[in-house]
Every structure is written in structure tokens, then in C-alpha cells.
């Protein structure tokens, strides 16, 4: 494989979009002929290979073997469950019982900025935007997934906070009893 | 970055420049902090907040830290051992050093790998990963074949962590100042009134840093004109008087 | 190239983050050590060419070579992320080495606050937080970003921070300094 090919291989495994031969030409800093050369080179190297070389919509791109796909599906087209972190567990349970709940006030209550765990949790599938308040942030609430993923039949299943609550006032209190700790926290 | 350090222009006695080179000089032991008038530098500072016009409240935060390392480490150079009883004094300086040594090599460590992580972030930056979205066949995840995963008590323990609010800090280890140079000054100035009277008389039963705060006082009413002093001997009685 | 070697590329091609070898036994329904043996054959087909694979943050993943690195970014438009500030890599060392660590504490190491730095690095996703400390204090750790910007396996391939000591000689000079400034206070 001569080192166009390979750095053809290279740009077309980063772009995400297909790319144009006139495209490749510019990035590599040389003629188009050589680029159509280089593809050529490359579709022959991948011969039995687990990507495949395609030209789709007036351009190039790589694309996984067809026969990954069942494979594929079971590795990527699940819930991802990996183990919360301390950050994205207090943002999920803000959001849970407070719900709707812009990011500001979750901040508010953390006493920390919590823009990488909210963008975590959405990303994840836990939670999910849900208009604006009336000073134009995003709220967030839980979707679908985050009841199924807790095994929760309804947000009246979640856990009363009065068990790890060393002094329980009526329930209908929590958003300002957050609030409030969350600002003797920041201070 | 444009810190408060590197802004701050000092016009000292024994320094012109700004803040951080003054800091990296002490640092490197090529001035000595003994000599510096601390004070002078908080000044400067209200000087420099002034010409502002307005608080940064992160500029402020760093000049307190730097300040306050300051005069931490000159008050350890000037009153070597204060927290420690009398049979343990000769060991103090000591101590100190090995405290700011264990410090500055801690530093320099730590110097020394962020020089690494720095040289790591920038070849790493060589090596591009594809972030290209999923083919739309994997990219849905089924609601219905998901199973449960977590505990929710996962979430009432969190929401219920956040109601408590966090334990006081524990300043204690923070020896608070227990004298204050105003009172000393009016128990000397009342010494005085009676006339002559031994150094040793007025810090009988004290602790060192009373000691410290009186002798400071003592030298306040010399600067005044109120007071003087004999000494015969090194380490004799002294003797003070109008 | 084995057939199970194939449905490793393309795994690895499609999947956003590091596989680990578990996840890739699991979807291909296989046993670890096929799939051991499968990246070897990987790694030794992709010699040569655009795409090279790589161990980092506990799995495998495939990434562009380093001589495409700069037509990628032309094609891109994607520059180099600024070269990390020496406060930011500092406190990047404080927080790698002895994590979970908090804000105070990666102050009183380098004598000036870090807040910003901090900041930075959360912003950049190298860092992250991970609990509280007794005193309320939010506590950092390094992510799995972290790692695989860094090229590393694991925390244990940090290299050792002992080398950058002072030399013996360099810090018995340091003492003998400080304790003759320690005793000409005391005398």
C-alpha cells in the first residue's frame, strides 16, 4: 500500500460524511489523479478486511463489513450502564425529583457548575429537555429510559429522600431545602 | 492568563517588580522574606484594586492565598516553633525546614510531571479518533429491551446528601492570634506610669508569642518617643523607662 | 486476516469510545482469548497503513497514524486544541497522580489557588469530579478521555513522578540552606 493509499485510509476513517476525491486531493496537497490512484490502491487493501470501501452520494467514504452488523447491534445498540459517577448521580436525582429543573438550578443546589454531567446524562439517554423556564434555560426531565433502566414503574416509585435525611420536613419543602443547603454549600 | 500575581507592580524597600517575580525570588531563596514589609505589599494591592475600580472576585481569591502563604512562611521564619513546648524549642528551625523542604520538593515533583503531561497532551494530539454519528440502524436504543440497572436508592442517597449541609470547617490546627499589639501597648503604657520597669515583669507567665507581640510593642512606643530601654548584657534583664 | 479479525475492525470502526476485550467476546460470542488473538492479527495487518490500533483507557481502539495528522486536520478544519497552560498541566499532574484530590488540597501543592486551571480541565473533559470530600469538597479524578488523549492503558502507566525529584545533592543543598536561614533565626 503505497503512503497515499494510507493516508487516503486515514481521512476517509476520520470523516464522517463521504468525501469528494477533489476534497482529498486538497487535504493531501496533490492532484486528483493520485488521489483516484490511492483509492484504488486502498479498495484492494481491504479486500477481506472488516471495512469496506464505498463511493456513495459523489463521494468516498468507509463503511463497516455488513457481516458485523449482528455483531454490531449487540455491542452498540444497547443502553450504555455504566456505573454513575458522584457528580452524574446527584444531577440525575436533582433532576428526578424536582423535575422540570434548569441547569442553573441544579448548579444552585450542587454548589459546582454540573454542564458536563447534565450533557452526560442526556447523552446517555436518562434524561431530557423539556422546553424552556420562564428566564429562557433549558429543564430537563427523566425520560422513558431512566424509569426502565431503575426499574421504576412511575416517578411516584422513586425512594422517599426522608430515609437519608437526618431531619424530614414535609415533603412538598424539598426544592427550597435544596436550594437552601445547596447556598450554604457554595458559601 | 493575566494573573493578579503578574499585574500586581510592587515599589517595595527591598524589591521593584512585579508580585510573581517577587514570589518566585523568595521561592528560590534570592530575596530574603524577612526583609520583605508585608504589609507594604497588602497596600499596593488596595492601591491596585482602586485603580481596578472593581473586584475580581478570582484575583482576590489568588493575592489571599499568595498572601497568606507569605505570611505564613515569614511568620515560621520569625517565630520558629511557636506551637511547641520549651523542650522541643532547639528543634523548631529545623522542623520548619524540613516542613518548607518536604514542600518544595513535593512541588518541584509535581512540576516536573505536569512538564510531562504537557509533552504527552501535545503527541497525543497526533493520533485522531473517528467521531463519526452511528449507521442509523445502531443508532436508536430500544426503550423496551432495556433492562434495570441501577438501584434508585442510588438517587434518594444522593438527593438526601445534598439536603445536609456540610460540617463547619475545623480551623482549630489554625493558631488564632491570642494578643493583640493594642493590648500589650496598654499594659506597657500602664508599666510606665509607675515608672521603671523589668522587660521580664511585663511577660511574666506568658507564652512566646506574647513575648513576641509585647517586644513588637515595646518598639512601637521607642518609634513614638514614649519609651526607652537598657540592656547591660546580651540575654541580661531589660530595663525599660519613659 | 481471520474472519473473527474482520469483525473486530469493524467493531472497533464503529464503536465511539474503547472496547474492551469483554465487550468485543460478548458481541462476537466468542472467548476472550479468540478475541486476543484476533486484535494481534489486527495489529499486525494494519503495519503499514492509515489506521493504526490502540490500548488505551482499559480497551482497544483504532485511530488515525500520526503522518496523516496534518491533512486531517486540513480536511477537517479540526486545529490542535491549545497545548495545555503549565498551571492547567500541573494541576493535571496533582490530579492524575493523587486522585481523588481536591481543590484546596491541588492549591496548597502548587501555592496558588487553581480555580481556573480546575475549570479548564473539566472544560477540556480531562477531568472530572468524583464525590466529596469529609468537608463538602468537591473531589477530581481523570477521565477516561484523559487516557485515551494521552495514549495510556491504565493510571499505572503514568510514569513514575520520582524521577523529576530534585537530586540528592540539589535537595541536601536546598536544606542546608533552609536550616542555616532556620538558625540564624533562632539565634
Known sequence: ?????????????????????????????TGEEAVRDALEDLAGALEGRGVVLREVAGGWALASHPDAEEAARRLLARP??????????????IVGYLQPV??????????????????????????????????????????????KLFGLRSLDDLPDPAQWDPSPEDESALRDRLLRAGEQRAG | MATVAHRLELDLDVFAGPFDLLLSLVLREELDLLEVELAE????????????????????TEFLVL????????????????????????LAPAEAAEELLERLLQYARFRGAGGWMAAAHAAGQAYLHRSAPLPPGLRR????????????????AAVGSLLRTPPPLDLRH???PRVSVAE??????????????SFDEAVEGADRVTEAVTLFALLELYKRGEAAWEQAEPFGPITVHA
Request: a negative charge.
Open chain 2, 67 to 90: 498572601i497568606a502563604a507569605l505570611l505564613e512562611l515569614k511568620s515560621r521564619l520569625m517565630l520558629p516553633g511557636e506551637e511547641l513546648p520549651d523542650d522541643l524549642d532547639a
Open chain 1, 102 to 147: 434548569s441547569r442553573p438550578e441544579v448548579a444552585r443546589i450542587r454548589g459546582v457548575a454540573s454542564e458536563s454531567a447534565t450533557a452526560a446524562l442526556v447523552e446517555r439517554g436518562l434524561i431530557e429537555e423539556s422546553g424552556r423556564s420562564q428566564f429562557g434555560a433549558v429543564l430537563y426531565r427523566t425520560t422513558p429510559l431512566f424509569l
Open chain 2, 141 to 156: 436504543v430500544s426503550v423496551e429491551v432495556a433492562e434495570r440497572a441501577y438501584d434508585p436508592d442510588v438517587l434518594g
Open chain 2, 41 to 60: 505589599i497588602v497596600l499596593a494591592y488596595v492601591d491596585h484594586l482602586e485603580a481596578e475600580g472593581e473586584l475580581d472576585l478570582e484575583a482576590a
Open chain 2, 184 to 197: 500589650r501597648l496598654a499594659l506597657l503604657r500602664s508599666l510606665l506610669a509607675r515608672g521603671r520597669f
Open chain 1, 1 to 29: 500500500m503505497t503512503a497515499l493509499a494510507a493516508q487516503v485510509e486515514a481521512l476517509l476513517f476520520l470523516a464522517p460524511e463521504p468525501v469528494t476525491v477533489e476534497e482529498l486531493a486538497d487535504a493531501l496537497q
Open chain 1, 80 to 93: 450504555r450502564t455504566s456505573a454513575l459517577t458522584a457528580a452524574q448521580a446527584e444531577t440525575l436525582a
Open chain 2, 174 to 176: 489554625i493558631a488564632a
